[in-house]
């Protein structure tokens, strides 16, 4: 069956980075494009990214430009998300959603928290 | 960017009863909108995409219809298990942008 899973929680300081994972399972990771989606406390979703598992080219929402980059690993089926410069409203779930339009499987999401 | 608003932002109903849901977006956006579910402490699900094209293993009950900028998800008897919170995404043109969402709860 169709499984992403993310890596773990992380805790971060103001300024720093994270990146998180996200590893591909079941199908034929080339096939489908993967998306980054972010979702802060109490609030709706938040479309972050997109990464062609083919051809590795990218499209980034702008609220995000120049802070996020989003990666591909094709031999281990794992895409990955950086964001850098952090700052407290980053905090939030963020989930890798797999498709080029709709997002059919998600990740279980990965809780980063922003705090000094 | 492309803005989705919701109505309402909370529905009280029974179960058994009728939802719907209505979804708006600022600008035509043919029919390239997606529905998801998200209960508590979950990742959403896909429930619609293309405005009324049910995925995989989701239940008759849920149908969507709809195209250009007026959307409706309707839920023709709720379930225990519906009660959630929805939201819609179009995928007309980047950025993908998704509504604030409506609340189902328990009447």
């Known amino acids: 069956q169709v499984q992403l899973v993310q890596s773990g929680a992380e805790v971060k300081k103001p300024g720093a980075s994270v990146k998180v994972s996200c590893k591909a399972s079941g199908y034929s990771f080339s096939t489908f494009g993967l998306n980054w989606v972010r979702q802060a406390p109490g609030q709706t979703l938040e479309w972050m990214g997109w990464?062609?598992?083919?051809?590795?080219?990218?499209n980034y929402a702008q609220n995000f430009k120049g802070r996020v980059t989003i990666t591909t690993d094709a031999s281990t089926s794992t895409a990955y998300m950086e964001l850098r410069g952090l700052r407290s409203d980053d905090t939030a779930i963020y989930y890798c959603?797999?498709?080029?339009?709709?997002?059919?499987?998600w990740g279980q999401g990965t809780l980063v928290t922003v705090s000094s | 960017d492309i803005v989705m608003t919701q109505s309402p932002a909370t529905l009280s109903v029974s179960p058994g009863e009728r939802a719907t849901l209505s979804c708006r977006a600022s600008q035509s956006i043919n029919n390239n909108l997606a529905w998801y579910q998200q209960r508590p402490g979950q990742a959403p699900r896909l429930l619609i995409n293309d405005a009324s094209t049910r995925a995989t293993g989701v239940p008759a009950r849920f149908s969507g219809s709809g195209s250009g900028t007026e959307f409706t998800l309707t839920i023709s008897s709720l379930q225990p298990e519906d009660f959630a919170v929805y939201f819609c995404q179009q995928y007309y043109k980047w950025p993908f942008t998704f509504g604030p969402g409506t609340e189902v709860d328990i009447k």
């Open positions: 990464i062609s598992t083919l051809h590795g080219n990218t």
């Open positions: 959603a797999r498709d080029d339009f709709y997002f059919d499987y």
